[in-house]
């Protein structure tokens, strides 16, 4: 079975400055899809970048990029520019091809001002 | 705003009872997921209909169950509710099993 591991429950960063968050997977599969989520106190559920697994490049949106390291099964999720509106709670989830999304614990990022 | 809209909000029940979670998917989109938010499981996937058909099953209780209906709406049937069945739970909306999956503001259900 498929598992995303997310190794910080909480961090905190300065307004304007750079942070990363980290997340690890697990899968036998060739094929997949990454994505990290933003989950506001509102609770909705936003997409915030997704990686395909075949495409070596990082994706990037804006303020945000990945570090994707396939070999390390490795998925970092870079927020520059950090803004008091960017503190939620950031979810690490892995898909393959078809199937459903598998979610992280989740961490919580606090943009300090 | 995704499309997606999901009813009620808000859902305040006692153990024992039943509820129904609506959901109504993004224009064109044939396939369905719920998910569920708790403290304990974090989010997990229940169940997926596409087009009318149930077309994948996660940790879904014996005592949930769900259906996609002719328009694409789907409701999640939750019965004998126990206390920790509260949890929010999202459905998603996409164009098919293989497309991006847009979430909705979900129900947040509480049992007493």
């Known amino acids: 079975a498929q598992t995303v591991t997310q190794s910080q429950p909480e961090m905190s960063v300065q307004e304007a400055e750079t942070v990363t968050l980290s997340c690890t997977y697990d899968t036998s599969e060739n094929n997949y899809y990454l994505f990290w989520y933003k989950q506001p106190p509102s609770r909705q559920m936003i997409l915030v970048i997704r990686?395909?697994?075949?495409?070596?490049q990082n994706a990037t949106e804006n303020r945000f990029s990945v570090n994707f390291q396939k070999a390390a099964k490795s998925f970092s999720l870079k927020i520059s520019d950090s803004q008091l509106g960017d503190t939620a709670m950031y979810f690490c989830?892995?898909?393959?091809?078809?199937?459903?999304?598998?979610f992280g614990a989740g961490t919580i990022l606090r943009v300090k001002s | 705003d995704s499309g997606v809209t999901q009813t009620p909000k808000h859902l305040i029940t006692a153990t024992g009872q039943r509820v129904t979670l609506r959901c109504s998917p993004r224009s064109g989109d044939l396939s369905v997921y719920w998910y569920q938010q708790s403290l304990d499981q974090g989010l997990q996937f229940l169940i997926q209909y596409y087009n009318g058909e149930e077309r994948a099953k996660g940790n879904i209780l014996e005592r949930f169950s769900a259906q996609q209906f002719p328009d694409l709406h789907s409701e999640l049937n939750l019965s004998s509710l126990e206390l920790g069945d509260s949890a929010l739970y999202f459905c998603a909306s996409a164009r098919s099993s293989y497309n991006e999956q847009f979430f909705g503001p979900g129900t947040r259900l509480t049992v007493l």
């Open positions: 990686q395909e697994a075949y495409k070596q």
């Open positions: 989830a892995f898909r393959e091809y078809g199937n459903k999304l598998v």
